[in-house]
T-cell receptor, first 114, second 110 residues
Framework: DAGITQSPRHKVTETGTPVTLRCHQT?????MYWYRQDPGHGLRLIHY???????DKGEVSDGYSVSRSKTEDFLLTLESATSSQTSVYFC?????????????FGEGSWLTVV | KQEVTQIPAALSVPEGENLVLNCSFT??????LQWFRQDPGKGLTSLLL?????REQTSGRLNASLDKSSGRSTLYIAASQPGDSATYLC?????????FGAGTILRVKS
């Protein structure tokens, strides 16, 4: 298994509260990604990082922010959680741009916003 | 815009049967295509990565083909087993992200 750890794995939170999901890698890979997976939509990219303090938006970035202060950690923050953000969140890592080699996924974080 | 479609959405077969999963994409200018497996409640595991210059990749009982000109890829599973039951997703790079199909849910009955 690629050394990716997501935390928390499961969380229930109330609407309007901030939530932070953490992705930690031990592979020293340059690229890190946050995807969300929803029925009927597959996986969609939220944000990604191409180095320390270098991040960019994906296709569904509204309501989310990210930070990467160290190579090994990529944080996803929901500033004010909404019910539409109930989803499964996956972190992924890749050494090369364009995913020219294999991309590795974490085990997922199940978030329920009530 | 790149769109990826997988057919069928779900498939149920008896153990031992050979089967084909299909993946199609709208923009043929791809670097590669990956097939992933996802077990319930788990993350995605990469099964096969086919570079744009390749036509096939094999791993054990799995064989993936790529036809860029027609925008299609197939995943062939030989002699299916109950342990093959999972969701199979294909994905292609597009800009700085992977675009995923919605997946095929495979159930292999013993």
């Amino acid at each position: 298994d690629a050394g990716i750890t997501q935390s928390p794995r499961h969380k229930v939170t109330e609407t309007g509260t901030p939530v932070t999901l953490r992705c930690h890698q031990t592979e020293n890979h340059r690229y890190m990604y946050w995807y969300r997976q929803d029925p009927g939509h597959g996986l969609r990219l939220i944000h990604y990082s191409y180095g320390v303090k270098d991040t960019d938006k994906g296709e569904v970035s509204d309501g989310y922010s990210v930070s990467r202060s160290k190579t090994e950690d990529f944080l996803l923050t929901l500033e004010s959680a909404t019910s539409s953000q109930t989803s499964v969140y996956f972190c992924a890592i890749s050494e090369l741009r364009d995913q020219a080699n294999t991309i590795y996924f974490g085990e997922g974080s199940w978030l329920t916003v009530v | 815009k790149q769109e990826v479609t997988q057919i069928p959405a779900a498939l149920s077969v008896p153990e031992g049967e050979n089967l084909v999963l299909n993946c199609s994409f709208t923009d043929s200018a791809i670097y590669n295509l990956q097939w992933f497996r996802q077990d319930p409640g788990k993350g995605l595991t990469s099964l096969l990565l086919i570079q744009s210059s390749q036509r096939e990749q094999t791993s054990g009982r799995l064989n993936a083909s790529l036809d860029k000109s027609s925008g299609r890829s197939t995943l062939y599973i030989a002699a299916s087993q109950p342990g093959d039951s999972a969701t199979y997703l294909c994905a292609v790079p597009y800009g700085n992200k992977l675009v995923f199909g919605a997946g095929t849910i495979l159930r292999v009955k013993s």
